[in-house]
């Protein structure tokens, strides 16, 4: 069988075996990682490659699918964050009620989306996202939870939203250029009209920006994200949310292509810097919420979309250092935050909590699960050495230099409250006092170790290597026709940004540092009680960590500015639709002549339309 | 071997500039509230006697760790600005790679304070950070107004390079708002009133030093000593025209003495109030040039 099938179905196959291996502890799970493994291990071979196939499906129609440079980067990402997603968190014991379930919602998300990254045409494209979209919503619901029902209600609603504009846009576009092919149409879309390039934009993008939750529409994705379960939060935020940014691709540089130049008027009334706005509101607005959270991992699933604007915004430059940085920055986020998840969960399994308000000081005991999550929020935050540092510097110096001022401030804006946030999570996590009630807490075991260890050298290897990441960013760049960026495997000399060197130099400064540190006497380490109190007195049954209400002054500065807006808005909308379906649910009233009268009344409706 | 020799040359250098700063700016404050104020090697005195304390309080590896980053990432800075003495690592890094460093060591200090469990010290990490928002984001509206009028370059040595040529070519003149804006980050940056609320003497008690003594407390005086030739360096090779090795640190000195009396005159601002300061007018002033460079 060829190799693109295999992929297509291994997927589905490790669906089926799950529900068989349903209650069977430890072979499932054996059998699980086998496949993934197996899937990572023929995509590897893939590299390079390229193949494509056509299932027939109705009439003239066929879904087409294909491996080539482009699709095999998301595929590999993909494939990599479910196999070591699957590694956490089933190597860690767990009490999940429905656990065949669990595993059969965990593959069928990852074969659709596969599917719609091999796909080439619109509708394989369309049938995927669908299938994808329905286990998203699996996905948030599966623990059952109110809150999680409704998150997931709230998804599904939204989604058929944006696909129903997805659906009429494809109607269009194949009424008027007779193809459904990417590159087909692309030649086609130069003959038409800018309002028709219009249309297809709104009507294609709505889905991928709800899907990549930028703002305005973005208000769906913390509940939905943070109330699901932590293994499937993981996925989701790693991973699941970076589909509107590969939608967002297809539009940009394959379907659009260079008629995305087309649309607009110079430098500021162009579709470009529309986008980079709706960038540029994703890059501030989530990354300034992070730090009046209270929950790691709704703090997370803010920072997810927070991220997801520096790529938007990197994908919308379309400079080659800024396509490169948008699609490494795809890859940097995936990795750091997946190590960022791994460090909450092995938290939140041992002391049955993610709320920051009532944790502290597991340094102590949790030190690797520390070690990951300080390296991976150095990531997040962008700080020189590791891996989000060089994407994020990509984006910005695209920005300066292509002249676009403000969303430059936006984005170094967004990053500084990055850092506030991360460092709220890290602090009230791990540092501060040790309650006393985890005195007795253990390390995780080390099966849940290895990957994150994995992890931390690939946040901080990319962070030093980063060439090894631009090889098949530039084949991407290549394959989608657009300028090949320049690069060498410390990072872009033409830019003059050599990762290599300034990693050599922070070794060289922390040795004469370490040095000074030797020179002084001898240092004793004394309890967390031991501290200076002002003439107070600490003990065990005084809890004085600093945690709850972290920034005050900030807050008290961000006030005015009334940052969630938009969920207020959202949150009227809804009760406005529960008020009004509340009415026409009295329609349903299970009587018969009812239904009946209605029919009629329509009928007499469309007739005198009809004679109109 | 003469690069050896030059890197440790220029790390002396820095190191003796900012010790003597660190004299005569207590000094100079002295003599305005009519003190006479210590001897000018006196933080030196202070170095030595903390490195040679025998009492040496620690809470856990991340504090050990916390002031290594934080000497370690002081000096990466200096690394990584244009200097008269040791260019080496220059050419790695542009200037938006050294705005991103010089978060590095605070972060370090950060982790180290929140090992240390004093809620005191948590509390100061809060003001530090808040501040950080107000400060770093009037400075990278100043980096970005200066890139744009070098058309995008944001190639350290390229800036200065500009400026060559005597005192008309030098960007404060060039652009007097953003050096005005620059010049109330710098303050915030060092921790001079009226942005000390997270430093200063009297509340030392809610500050990130609370747990640190002995070698520790020794550790956060060298990498003052460091920072503020790093951070009046890579103001003078912003505004200044940077310098050759005569005329670079008369010129950090005058800035540090405008800075400290300028010091002098303020009181303390509250967190929050710094940060809306922050966001008012040095942004407004930073704001008018970058207005007038993207336009012009």
């Given at each position: ?191 038409f009209s800018n309002s028709f390039l219009w249309w297809l934009v709104f009507?294609?993008g709505?889905?991928?920006i709800?899907?990549?939750?930028a703002l305005p ?31 967002f691709?297809?539009l940009f540089?394959?379907?659009l292509?260079p008629n995305m130049d087309k649309m607009g008027y110079g430098h500021f009334f162009s579709f470009r810097y529309l986008m980079l706005w709706i960038a540029g509101l ?30 938007l915004a990197?994908l919308a430059i379309g400079t080659?250092?800024a ?75 695209s920005l300066?230099?292509e002249k676009y001022p403000i969303i430059a401030l936006m ?202 | ?147 744009m ?142 207005i007038?460079?993207v336009i012009?």
């Open positions: 069988m060829e190799a693109i099938k295999v992929i297509l179905i291994l997927p589905l196959i490790a669906a089926i075996f799950s529900l068989i291996l349903g209650k069977l502890k430890g072979l499932r799970e054996i059998v699980n990682m086998l496949f993934s493994g197996w899937i990572l291990s023929i995509l590897i071979q893939l590299y390079n490659k390229s193949s494509s196939i056509t299932i027939p499906f109705f009439n003239s129609f066929g879904l087409n699918f294909s491996i080539n440079n482009f699709s095999w980067f998301f595929l590999i990402l993909i494939n990599t964050v479910a196999f070591l997603t699957l590694l956490y968190f089933s190597s860690s014991e767990n009490n999940r009620k429905n656990t065949a379930f669990f595993y059969f919602v965990f593959f069928l998300k990852v074969f659709g989306m596969n599917a719609v990254v091999m796909a080439t045409d619109l509708l394989s494209f369309f049938i995927s996202w669908e299938i994808m979209s329905i286990f998203t919503y699996f996905m948030i619901v599966y623990g059952g939870k109110k809150a999680s029902m409704d998150a997931g209600r709230r998804y599904i609603v939204l989604s058929i939203l944006g696909s129903m504009f997805f659906l009429i846009g494809m109607i269009t576009i194949y009424n008027n250029t007779g193809t459904l092919d990417y590159m087909k149409l692309r030649v086609q879309l130069s003959f009507s294609l709505f889905s991928f709800l899907k990549s939750a529409l973005h208000f769906w994705l913390p509940d939905a994200y943070s109330k699901a379960e932590t293994a499937f939060t993981t996925f989701l935020i790693s991973i699941s949310a970076r589909i509107g940014i590969y939608g691709i297809i540089y394959i379907i292509g994703t890059m501030l607005v989530p990354n300034f919420l992070l730090f009046l959270e209270d929950d790691a991992k709704r703090m997370m699933s803010w920072s997810a979309i927070g991220q997801g604007g520096y790529m990197g080659p250092l396509v490169a940085g948008g699609l490494f920055h795809v890859v940097n986020h995936a990795l750091y935050i997946l190590l960022i998840l791994m460090a909450i969960y092995a938290v939140e399994k041992k002391t049955g909590t993610t709320n920051l308000n009532e944790l502290g000081g597991l340094i102590k005991k949790m030190p690797i699960s520390f070690l990951g999550m300080l390296i991976a929020i150095i990531g997040l935050a962008g700080i020189p050495p590791m891996n989000g540092f060089v994407s994020k510097w990509m984006i910005y110096k300066i230099s984005a170094f804006l967004g990053t500084i409250g990055t850092i506030l946030g991360v460092y709220k999570m890290i602090h009230n996590i791990y540092l501060g006092q040790l309650r006393e009630e985890h005195e007795n807490i253990k390390m995780s075991p080390s099966l849940m170790q290895i990957p994150m260890i994995v992890l931390m050298i690939f946040v901080w290897g990319l962070g030093v290597f980063p060439g090894i990441a631009f090889k098949p960013i530039v084949d991407v760049q290549r394959f989608l026709g657009l300028p090949l960026l320049k690069y060498n495997l410390g990072g872009i000399p033409f830019e003059h940004l050599n990762m290599i060197d300034i990693n050599n130099a922070m070794l060289l400064a922390l040795v004469i540092a370490f040095i000074f540190f030797l020179l002084g006497g001898k240092r004793i380490h004394v309890s967390q009680y031991n501290n200076y109190a002002a003439g107070h007195f600490l003990d065990k049954n005084i809890p004085f960590n600093y945690n709850y209400n972290f920034y005050p002054s900030m807050e008290r500065v961000i006030k005015p500015f009334n940052l969630r807006l938009i969920n207020y808005l959202v949150r009227d909308i809804e009760d406005w639709f529960k008020i009004l379906s509340g009415i026409i649910r009295h329609f349903y009233s299970g009587h018969l002549n009812w239904y009946v009268l209605s029919i009629f009344a329509c009928l007499v409706i469309l007739l005198i339309g009809g004679m109109l | 071997m003469n690069l050896v020799f030059n890197g440790i040359a220029y790390l002396f250098i820095a190191f003796s500039t900012g010790i003597f700063l660190m004299g005569i700016g207590r000094k100079i404050v002295a003599r305005f509230q009519r003190r006479y104020g210590p001897p000018l090697v006196q933080p030196l005195y202070d170095i030595l006697k903390l490195f040679t304390k025998t009492t040496n309080i620690s809470h856990g590896y991340m504090m050990d760790v916390a002031i290594i980053m934080l000497l370690g990432g002081t000096l990466l800075g200096l690394f990584f600005f244009p200097n008269p003495w040791f260019n080496y690592f220059v050419p790695s890094a542009d200037f938006l790679v050294l705005v991103y460093l010089l978060l590095f060591p605070s972060l370090g200090m950060a982790m180290g304070v929140g090992e240390a469990a004093n809620p005191n010290g948590s509390i100061g990490i809060s003001r530090a950070l808040s501040m950080l928002v107000g400060y770093d984001f009037v400075f990278l509206v100043v980096t970005v107004g200066l890139a009028a070098f058309n995008g370059d944001t190639f350290f040595p390229n800036i200065i390079s500009a400026q060559q040529g005597g005192i008309l070519n030098w960007n404060i003149l060039h652009f007097p708002f953003l050096t005005i804006a620059a010049f109330l980050t710098l303050m915030g940056m060092l921790g001079k009133k009226p942005f000390e609320v997270m430093v200063a003497p009297h509340e030392i008690a809610t500050g990130p030093m609370v747990e640190f003594g002995g070698k520790y407390m020794g550790f956060l005086f060298l990498q003052h000593s460091f920072a503020l030739f790093l951070e009046l360096g890579i103001f003078v090779n912003l505004f200044l025209g940077g310098g050759t090795w005569y005329s670079f640190i008369p010129k950090i000195i005058v800035v540090f003495v405008v800075l400290l009396l300028t010091n002098v005159m303020w009181s303390r601002f509250r967190t929050d109030d710094a940060v809306r300061f922050f966001w008012k007018y040095p942004l407004f002033f930073a704001l008018i040039d970058l007038r460079v012009v």
